[in-house]
Structure formats: structure tokens, C-alpha cells
């Protein structure tokens, strides 16, 4: 599939490339999933593929609050649409992209977690883990109503902090948009033609580059006014790529849980005051 098109660049030229590609009838689409199961048919692959493009581009932006480029979220869900075609059972009876957008929303949300694991304060353990149990987070709460005490009890049940939940919650709230309902033979669909401009020009990008280089020396810097039960307490459950869980840490230290948690939110004060006076003193 070396002719698809490549995503870099601007957005408006990507989408510009991809509106080119129709879109397929169910029985178009049946019979080129057909070719390729059976014989390998790259040219029938690369049809299915290039027809569904634009719901990748639909997906992406359900996540684009991350913080994340929106052009690498589209990449990721290109790959995770090719990942389906792979997969995919055109004898089933359904279509493509309501078996594939199962796959293209874990390839986007798998490399947001990863884009999390960096060294950034506030990213936790927790909010990765509730970022897969979000679903069970929001079905208790609407079972028996967002009050305080159903949020307490969910952020026990987890070994998470409420806030966090909370959080959490309303970062998610927006995503419920379906796209594996049915669709009309041959309609084309319309509302990427509203997109905006989202990609960084080169001077935004190496601002962007130069803040992250300033943030991540500021608080290595910042490190340094920690003891050593803080500073292992960070590097372990804030700045690891697979953080301990605060159990795990109190083992190590001989601590309890709470006092760990204690610990953190300590050291996380000391950080961001000692990041402050770094900021002002550059000022």
C-alpha cells in the first residue's frame, strides 16, 4: 500500500488528498474485501483503505484535547485501519469501517498513553488507568447519580484520588460520537470540509521544541531540592514510563500507602514551587 496518502504536511492538504478517494457501496466494498481475503489483492486493499481515510480524520479529532498533534493522531489511526483490514471478515455481513473503528480508536489511544509516559507533571498512573476503566467510571455514575459519595467510593474501588476521577470524567465526556452506524449508499459526508488548520508552523514547532527542553531542565533542576524519599517517590510514580503503584513504593521504603501518597504530594508542591521561582527568575 505504498500509494496511500502520506500524512504530513498541512491538514488542508491531507484532507484535500483524501476527499479525492469515494466512497464505496456495501457491495463495492464486499466484493474488494472478498479479493483480498482470498488472494492477497494489494490494489483491492488499498481502495478499502484509502475510502475510509476520512473517518480516520473524524476519530482523531475526538482526541485532538490531549495535547497531541492532531497529524500523528491521524497516522496512529491509519495504521490501526490497516491493522483491521487484516482482520476483517467480509462474510460477517457488516461493513468495514464499523469492524475497524474499534481498531483505529486503540492504535489513537494507545499513542496517547505512550505521548503521557513522558516527563510531565501530573502525569499519572492513575489517569492512565482511568483512561481504560473510564467507561465503568461513567456507567456508576449514572446508575446512582454524580454525587460526592459515588465519587469517593469509585476512587477506593480504584486506588485513585476523586479529583483524578473527576477529571477524567469530563476530559472523556465528549467522545461518545458512533460512526459504526449505518450509512447511506454513496452519500459523501460533508463535515471535514469545516475542518480548521491545526498543524504548527516551523516557528510554533520549535517554540514548541524549546518549551519542552526549558520544562524538562527546570524540573530536573527542581529534583535537586528534594530528599531521597521524594526524588525516588517522583522518578517512580510520576516520571517512570511504567510508574509503580503507591503500594509497590510503600514496600520499597517501608512505608504505608497513605504516607506514600503523603510523600508525593509533598514533593509535587516542592516541584512546582521551585518551578515557579525558576520561571520568575528567568523572567
Not at 471478515?89 to 509516559?117: E, H, L, V
Not at 501530573?122 to 446512582?144: C, D, M
Not at 474501588?157 to 473527576?166: E, Q, R, T
Request: avoid cysteine.
Amino acid at each position: 500500500m505504498s500509494n496511500l496518502p502520506v500524512v504530513k504536511g498541512s491538514l488542508e492538504s491531507y484532507l484535500v488528498q483524501i476527499n479525492q478517494f469515494p466512497l464505496l457501496t456495501q457491495e463495492e466494498e464486499f466484493e474488494l474485501a472478498v479479493r483480498y481475503r482470498k488472494y492477497n489483492d494489494i490494489e483491492a486493499a488499498q481502495k478499502l483503505i484509502t475510502s475510509n481515510l476520512r473517518f480516520v480524520v473524524k476519530v482523531a479529532f475526538e482526541y485532538k484535547s490531549y495535547g497531541v498533534k492532531l497529524l500523528d493522531l491521524i497516522q496512529e489511526g491509519n495504521i490501526g485501519l490497516m491493522m483491521a483490514l487484516k482482520k476483517f471478515d467480509p462474510y460477517k455481513g457488516y461493513r468495514f469501517i464499523s469492524y475497524a473503528i474499534w481498531w483505529i480508536r486503540a492504535y489513537i489511544q494507545n499513542f496517547i498513553i505512550k505521548t503521557w509516559s513522558l516527563v510531565k507533571i501530573g502525569t499519572t498512573q492513575a489517569q492512565k488507568k482511568l483512561f481504560y476503566k473510564i467507561g465503568k467510571v461513567r456507567k456508576a455514575l449514572e446508575s446512582e447519580g454524580e454525587d460526592e459519595k459515588k465519587y469517593e467510593l469509585l476512587a477506593h474501588d480504584l486506588d485513585v484520588a476523586k479529583g483524578d476521577i473527576i477529571e477524567m470524567e469530563q476530559r472523556m465526556a465528549s467522545r461518545d460520537l458512533s460512526l459504526d452506524s449505518p450509512f447511506d449508499e454513496g452519500q459523501e459526508l460533508t463535515h471535514l470540509d469545516l475542518l480548521q488548520e491545526d498543524a504548527p508552523n516551523q516557528e510554533e514547532a520549535l517554540a514548541e521544541t524549546q518549551e519542552k527542553e526549558l520544562r524538562e531542565r527546570q524540573i530536573l533542576n527542581a529534583m535537586k531540592r528534594l530528599n531521597e524519599k521524594e526524588a525516588y517517590v517522583i522518578r517512580n510514580r510520576i516520571m517512570a514510563d511504567s510508574p509503580l503503584t503507591l503500594q509497590e513504593i510503600g514496600s520499597h521504603l517501608k512505608l504505608s500507602r497513605e504516607r506514600v501518597r503523603q510523600i508525593e504530594s509533598e514533593a509535587l508542591k516542592k516541584l512546582k514551587k521551585e518551578m515557579s521561582a525558576q520561571i520568575q527568575a528567568e523572567a
